[in-house]
C-alpha cells in the first residue's frame, strides 16, 4: 500500500490550498481515511477524519474552515483548507486505516503548509 500526497505549498493568511492523497496496491472503500499534521516539536495531531460512510471529524482549530472528502472510486482523500492562518503552517500527512478484520494503518509521505502572515 502506498499513499502519494500532494498539494502543498506557500500561500497567504487567509487563502486557500487542495491537499490531495492517492492511495494504491488495494481497494480502500471500506477504509476511514484522515488528515493529520505536524509541527517539529510537538505531536501529531487530527485536522480532519472520513468515515468508510462518508461521516466527518473536524478538531475546533479547523470547524468550518476545512473539508475533508473521498473519492471511492479514485481511492483518493482530499482536504480544502480556506481561511488560513499562520498557525495552520506544518507538513499534513494523509492516512488510511481499519479495525477489521484487522488493524491497519498506512501513511503518507507528507507535504508541507506554509501560511505567511
Known amino acids: 500500500v502506498q499513499l502519494q500526497a500532494s498539494g502543498g505549498g506557500l500561500v497567504q493568511a487567509g487563502g486557500s490550498l487542495r491537499l490531495s492523497c492517492a492511495a494504491s496496491g488495494s481497494t480502500f472503500s471500506r477504509y476511514s481515511m484522515g488528515w493529520y499534521r505536524q509541527v517539529p516539536g510537538k505531536q501529531r495531531e487530527l485536522v480532519a477524519a472520513?468515515?468508510?460512510?462518508?461521516?466527518?471529524n473536524y478538531p475546533d482549530s479547523v470547524k468550518g474552515r476545512f473539508t475533508i472528502s473521498r473519492d471511492n472510486a479514485k481511492n483518493s482523500v482530499y482536504l480544502q483548507m480556506n481561511s488560513l492562518k499562520p498557525e495552520d503552517t506544518a507538513v499534513y500527512y494523509c492516512m488510511i486505516s481499519r479495525a477489521d478484520p484487522e488493524p491497519e494503518a498506512y501513511w503518507g509521505q507528507g507535504t508541507q503548509v506554509t501560511v505567511s502572515s
Open positions: 472520513i468515515s468508510s460512510g462518508g461521516i466527518t
